[in-house]
């Protein structure tokens, strides 16, 4: 047991919060626009995100092991530390990787047959890795990391609609853009000194902390309006879903009070806690507006 746990401190299995609530708030409104709920379908979808993203993660802390090990704040991560070989968390990424694609053929052999989870997903899975080799060549890595979360709404919704509508999840998925660009942004300016003496490629590293705070903070107020468009796309979206999109606004806020130029102390706090509070909010809303209202 004590072995698996470090498997998931390994991956950050608790981040999940950050992109399956934004998957299932997608699901939830294709469902609404198609024949219902179907129990094969959640299922589905959450084998995909768990496998898609342990991948990602695991291969994330293959590629940057060497990294990590000279970055002090990183040092003690498993690999780094020793905590787990190179080649055990070779494998797990190999059966992560292999699990997602099997998750797809859940939706390929359902009545109705939708094949389009099992044909995208090896270039889905080839994005969201790639995401961690871009640090060494651009600072635009957070926006990769940004549109990797993007597909999660986008193919949470084909998983259950095909390509009917894309413009709907397209819509979660621009704001799950600009909201993950922005707290990745504040996220590595706790290793901005390290990434300009290790030459690697982040927006902290080019812009100086306190810019890089600005940027994030208007990527965040760009969330906003496509969340607002949202409520005038889906006529089942009510006045509860506006009053939700003020609260994020005023979480967003909270959260760069939380950071400051001279005080990244509490980055953890904003970029974990206040995060998954707008992430799960917003689905519970969705839930409240399709099926109580």
């Not at 699901?27 to 768990?50: P, V």
Request: aromatic share 12%.
């Amino acid at each position: 047991m004590q072995y698996f746990r470090r498997f998931l401190e390994l991956i950050r299995f608790s981040h999940t919060l950050f992109a399956l609530p934004f998957a299932l708030m997608s699901a939830t409104l294709a469902w609404n626009l198609e024949a219902g709920f179907r129990g094969l379908d959640l299922l589905g979808i959450l084998l995909c995100m768990i496998f898609a993203r342990s991948a990602a993660m695991a291969f994330n802390r293959l590629v940057d092991r060497k990294i990590d090990a000279t970055n002090p704040r990183t040092a003690k991560r498993h690999l780094p530390a020793g905590l787990l070989s190179v080649p055990a968390v070779t494998l797990f990424t190999l059966f992560c990787a292999a699990a997602f694609v099997a998750s797809t053929t859940l939706f390929y052999y359902r009545e109705p047959s939708n094949p389009w989870p099992l044909y995208l997903s090896g270039p889905v899975l080839i994005f969201i890795c790639f995401y961690s080799l871009t640090k060494r060549f651009t600072a635009l890595a957070h926006f990769w990391l940004g549109a990797s979360l993007m597909l999660a709404p986008i193919s949470a919704w084909i998983a259950i609609a095909g390509l009917k509508q894309l413009q709907l999840p397209l819509w979660i998925g621009l704001a799950v853009l600009f909201w993950s660009t922005g707290f990745d942004i504040l996220y590595a300016c706790q290793d901005v000194d390290y990434d300009r003496k290790a030459k690697l490629h982040s927006i902290p590293a080019k812009l100086g902390v306190r810019n890089s705070l600005r940027l994030a903070a208007l990527l965040h107020a760009l969330m906003l309006p496509f969340l607002v468009i949202l409520y005038f796309q889906v006529p089942v979206l009510g006045t509860v879903w506006l009053l939700a999109v003020m609260a994020v606004a005023v979480l967003l806020m909270v959260e760069h009070r939380l950071v400051r130029p001279e005080d990244l102390s509490r980055v953890n706090a904003a970029f974990f806690q206040v995060n998954v509070v707008i992430s799960m909010g917003l689905l519970l809303v969705v839930l409240w507006e399709v099926l109580v209202t």
